[in-house]
C-alpha cells in the first residue's frame, strides 16, 4: 500500500500522525473511519492558490456529497469555501455546521418542491437548475413568495470522459443537465432567462468522476466558453460565471495517476482565459466543485481480521468486521484499493487474500487477490483512500451499525461521528 505523508512505520507498526492504528482501535473499535484534517486543509489551500488569476474571481466549491458530517461541516465553513450541495439534507447539515447558505450552491437533477422552498427559506446562494420543468417549477414557487434567486443552468457539453459507466455524467443521453445540442436549447435558456424570478448568472457542466484525462476538462471549457458566448450573441443575456464541475481523479492503486492540480489548475485557468478573451466573452467568475480530490486521500478505514479460510480451489479469504455496508464502492463500480495489516507493515506481504466483508452478499469484497503478510485474527488491516464515497454512501443492510468517524489533527484524535447502536438503527421504527 502507498502510504500517505502521516502514515509512518515505527517497530513494524503503521501509525497515523504519531498515533498507533492499535491504539485508535483499541480507544475507538473497529470497523473505524479515520479522517486527516491537515491533509484536507492543505489540499484546499492548495486548490484556493493553483486557481488563483488576475482575470476573474474564482472560488472552490467542496462537493460535499463526497463526504458530510458536521465536523466537515464546520472545517468547510473555517475554510471560507463554498459548498455544493445535492439535497435538502445537506443544506440542513451545511447549514447546522456553520456554513455560510449564501455559499451554497444547490444541485440535483429532481429537487423537490420542498427542497427548493426549503433552499430558498434558507437563503441558498446559488441554485443550479438541471432542466427547463424544474425552472419552471421554481419560477412559480418564487412568484408566489415574491422572491428572486440567482440560478445557473447545468449544460451537458456531451464530452466523453473515460471513467466507470455509473459515473460518467456528460454524455449526451445523461439524466443530468440540458444537452447544449439540443435543437430547442436556446428556446429553453431564452425562457428561463425571461422568468422575472430567475437571475440567470450563468452555466454549470460536471463530465464525470475520477476523471483522468486534461484534455476532457480542456475541452469541456472550450465547449461552454463557446456555447455561452454564442447564447450572449443570439439572447439578451450576460454570462457572469461558469462552473466546471469536479471530477479530478485521484489515486487509489498504481493503476491510477492522480491529477497534478498545482500543474493543472493554472493552465485550465489560463485556457479558460485564453479562450474567453478570443471570443470576447468577459467572465466574472469561474468556480469548481471538487469532491473525492479534497478528501479521499485524507480518510482511511481500519478493520479487525476475523476468520480467515482457504477454498478448495486455494482462494484465501480474509474477513474483516466490515465491507460493503461502509465501502460500497467495489460493489457498485469494481473500485479498486490497497490495503495494509498495521501491525505487520514491514514484513513481506507473500500471501494472496480476498479481503471480503462480513454482509450477506457474494459481491461484498473490499480487494480481490491481494498480497500481505500471512495474516491472523485480530491483525488490524486499515485500507486507503476511504475519505470519499464510503461514509456517504455507507448502508445498514443487514443491520449491521455505521462505524465511527474519527479526525486526526497535531497527533490528536477525536471523535467526529458515534459509532451506531442497534437502537439508533431502529429510531424511527413504530
Ligand atoms: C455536479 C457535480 N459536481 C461535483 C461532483 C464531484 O465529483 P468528484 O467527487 O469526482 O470531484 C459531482 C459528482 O460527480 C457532481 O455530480
Ligand atoms: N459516488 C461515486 C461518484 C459519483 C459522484 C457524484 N456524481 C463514487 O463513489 O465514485
Sequence with gaps: MKLESYQTIVNGQLQHDGLSYQYLAETYGTPLYIFDET?????????KEALSNPYFETEVLFASKALLTKAMGQLVAQLGIGQDVVSAGEIYTAV???????????????????????AIEQGVGTIVLDNRSEASRLNKLLLDLGKKQRVLLRLNP??????????????NDSKFGESVFDPAIEDVIQTINNYPTLDLAGFHCHIGS?????????????????????????????????????????????????FDIKA????????????????????????????????NQSGSTLYRVGDLKTTTSGKNYLFVDGGMTDNIRPALYQAKYEALITN??????????????????????IINDYPLPEAETGDLLLVNGTGAYNYTMSSHYNRIPKPAMIHVLNGKSRLTVKRETFADMMRNEI
Excluded at 109 to 116: F, I, Q, S, T
Excluded at 231 to 252: P, R, T
Excluded at 271 to 278: C, G, M
Excluded at 344 to 365: L, R
Aim: with cysteine; proline share 3%; net charge negative.
Design 210 to 258: 475520477q476523471v483522468f484525462e486534461e484534455q476532457s476538462f480542456l475541452d469541456s471549457a472550450t465547449e461552454m466558453i463557446e456555447f455561452s458566448k454564442k447564447m450572449e450573441d443570439n439572447l439578451n443575456l450576460k454570462v457572469k460565471e461558469i462552473n466546471f464541475g469536479g471530477g479530478f481523479g485521484v489515486y487509489y492503486t498504481a493503476e491510477d495517476k492522480p
Design 264 to 295: 493543472f489548475l493554472p493552465k485550465f485557468i489560463q485556457h479558460v482565459h485564453e479562450t474567453s478573451q478570443k471570443l470576447s466573452l468577459t467572465l466574472e467568475k469561474v468556480t469548481i466543485e471538487p469532491g473525492r480530490a479534497l478528501v
Design 96 to 118: 447546522a455546521s456553520g456554513v455560510n447558505p449564501s455559499k451554497l450552491y444547490f444541485h440535483g437533477n429532481n429537487k423537490l418542491n420542498d427542497e427548493l422552498l426549503y
Design 344 to 365: 505487520k507493515a514491514d514484513e513481506v506481504a507473500d500471501t494472496v487474500y480476498t479481503i471480503a466483508g462480513k454482509a450477506c452478499e457474494s459481491g461484498d469484497k
Design 158 to 171: 456531451g464530452v466523453e470522459a473515460h471513467t466507470h459507466e455509473y459515473i460518467k455524467t456528460a454524455h
Design 39 to 47: 491533509t484536507f486543509v492543505q489540499r484546499v489551500k492548495d486548490y
